[in-house]
């Protein structure tokens, strides 16, 4: 055990104030840190709401989109962020037209999975007529945390602050939308166009997400905290917040197991997530 | 075009995978799983990877894991039709584990490049590179998928549309969702060395939905989704040997999404047709 401890986590001194000093002397693991703050609570609010609509597989669809917007993007020769936002954009307004309201859930699901196939046949499409990224192929769909620069960072921090803010205002309708439409409809709520602005701003969200931690893994960050802290409780402020600190704790973890290992930061924030969430289905099972 | 051996096998082996993703993937969309199926795929490529790491059989590792994780998931749902925050929560961790597997094989195999590319084979497929055996191996899978399938059809059709007077009736509704499931894992393995983990989701999605749409009649729509699927292969990989930059994969996919808007837009039609006069209501 202890060797194998000391040949995965290198550089660790088991000493918790000089790891996180030493954590903490390199730009690059700061501007990771700051960056992964601003995706886990933008997630971990988006995601509750996704978790709470049942909308999961379309969370999952728009963040393989991502992957197909990165990809267009190199092969036209424009900006990664025009790439993600632009496709993201298109595939939220997809679902939400394959989705219509007297659609059955069978069709629903059917629409959805055939947007997600598309999505990723043609991001592969454009990776192998764009030779030269073949070998970034990975880090596309599986995220490069620790490469963001400065002013990547502050785009993150603006565009999360953004999608906080748009959530929150609607976030009194939505919720009224999201557990019961048809009576929201009754009293007046705008049930569809919130149901589209809210995919769209899933979209947007997870756009910002995947340049950090790629597009497969987008997932781990915005549904499972959420689904724990749903787990937790049922009441909705208290949610929201568990599940952004489910996130950031979850974030914060990843990251610094990366920082001392040899694997990626993938595996790491998706193990510690999954581990939390098993644990309170477990507790909830035994109680 | 039929002169190379590697495109014959390519036909066969997609022909057949075909048929079974357009057979399972209808009850898969009747039973909207299709996130299950799309679960199922990721699983494949985290078992193909995790026997890639550890040394073993690739095969092996595909199969273990999409029939292990088709239990799993029926184990955790209620009447083995899971719920989509679980399967959402269990794959995150399975992609995750994925990566590490893959950053495992890539960084201590000695041709890191060539294990490199084993990870995008293993995520959209080599179906041009199939050997005959593969060949036959997919076949007697897909026979195997398609007789289970067949023999359950009937109580299963009952089981999807109305589970809780089918559970009434004595219908094993619970073990049919547990062998669907598995059965799906069988096409969900077998289907990621032809067209790769990340695209079979078109191949077992869109068919089926574009059948769904065009008739309601289950036997008819069993068929029609076969025949759907099978009509995709053929004419994806006919583009895909005429224009050689074109993946296969993605010409297979594309036709088959091709195929459920063209019946999205037939059916919206039809439907105008039939009430005109609640539409102009409307």
């Known amino acids: 055990m202890g060797t194998f401890t000391c040949s995965v986590f290198t550089g660790l001194s088991w000493n918790p104030v000089d790891d996180v000093r030493a954590l903490l002397s390199y730009p690059f693991m700061v501007h990771a840190l700051e960056a992964g703050t601003a995706v886990a609570v933008m997630a971990g609010v988006i995601g509750w709401f996704m978790v709470l609509r049942r909308q999961t597989f379309a969370g999952h669809t728009l963040s393989v989109t991502a992957f197909t ?6 092969l036209a020769g424009v900006p990664v962020t025009v790439g993600y936002f632009g496709v993201c954009g298109l595939g939220a307004l997809a679902l939400a037209a394959a989705s219509g309201p007297r659609r059955s859930l069978s069709s629903e699901s059917a629409a959805t999975g055939s947007v997600g196939a598309l999505a990723l046949a043609l991001g592969f499409l454009f990776v192998s007529l764009y ?3 073949l070998n970034g192929l990975d880090s596309l769909l599986f995220g490069t945390f620790l490469g963001i620069t400065s002013g990547q960072a502050a785009t993150l921090v603006a565009v999360a602050v953004a999608s906080v803010v748009v959530v929150g205002a609607a976030s009194r309708p939505l919720f009224f939308a999201s557990v019961d439409p048809d009576v929201a409809e009754a009293r007046g709520v705008p049930v569809r166009l919130l149901g589209l602005s809210f995919l769209l701003v899933l979209g947007l969200s997870v756009a910002e997400t995947s340049q950090i931690t790629g597009a497969l893994l987008v997932f781990a960050l915005l549904v499972t905290p959420a689904a724990t802290a749903q787990q937790i409780t049922a009441r909705p402020l208290a949610g929201v917040a568990l599940s952004v600190a489910i996130a950031l704790v979850v974030t914060w973890v990843g990251l610094a197991l990366a920082y001392f290992s040899i694997y990626p930061v993938g595996f790491y924030v998706t193990t510690v997530s999954f581990a939390l969430y098993a644990l309170t289905r ?6 | 075009m039929l002169a190379h051996e590697f495109m014959r096998n390519a036909l066969v082996a997609g022909s057949v995978v075909g048929i079974a993703c357009g057979l399972v993937g209808y009850f898969v969309v009747l039973r909207a799983q299709v996130f299950a199926g799309d679960a199922l795929s990721h699983v494949a490529f985290t078992g193909a990877l995790a026997a890639a790491a550890l040394g073993v059989d690739l095969r092996f590792g595909l199969f273990a894991a999409t029939i292990l994780g088709g239990l799993v998931m029926g184990a955790l749902g209620d009447r083995a039709r899971p719920d989509d925050v679980v399967i959402g929560t269990l794959f995150a961790w399975v992609l995750g584990l994925g990566v590490l597997f893959l950053s495992i094989f890539t960084t201590s195999g000695s041709g890191s490049r060539d294990n490199g590319a084993a ?6 497929g080599s179906i041009f590179g199939l050997s005959s055996q593969d060949v036959w191996t997919s076949v007697a899978l897909a026979a195997i998928a398609v007789a289970v399938l067949a023999a359950v059809a009937r109580p299963l059709l009952y089981a999807s549309i109305d589970a809780a007077v089918a559970a009434a009736q004595g219908v094993p509704v619970r073990a049919l969702g547990l062998a669907f499931l598995c059965v799906v894992g069988i096409v969900a393995g077998e289907a990621t060395q032809a067209i790769g983990a990340l695209l079979l989701l078109g191949l ?13 009649r289950p036997y008819a729509g069993l068929a029609l989704s076969a025949a759907l699927a099978l009509a995709s292969v053929w004419i994806g990989l006919t583009l895909s040997y005429v224009f050689p930059t074109l993946p296969p994969s993605t010409m297979v996919v594309s036709t088959a999404v091709a195929i459920y808007a063209c019946a999205l837009v037939c059916a919206s039609r039809s439907r105008m047709r039939f009430w005109p006069r609640r539409m102009v209501h409307a």
């Open chain 1, 69 to 74: 917007g990165a990809s267009a993007a190199g």
């Open chain 1, 282 to 287: 477990l507790l909830r099972a035994l109680t």
């Open chain 1, 131 to 133: 030779h030269g990224i």
């Open chain 2, 119 to 124: 990870g995008v084979r293993v995520l959209f």
């Open chain 2, 204 to 216: 077992l999605a869109a068919p089926a939905g574009a059948a769904q749409l065009l008739t309601v």
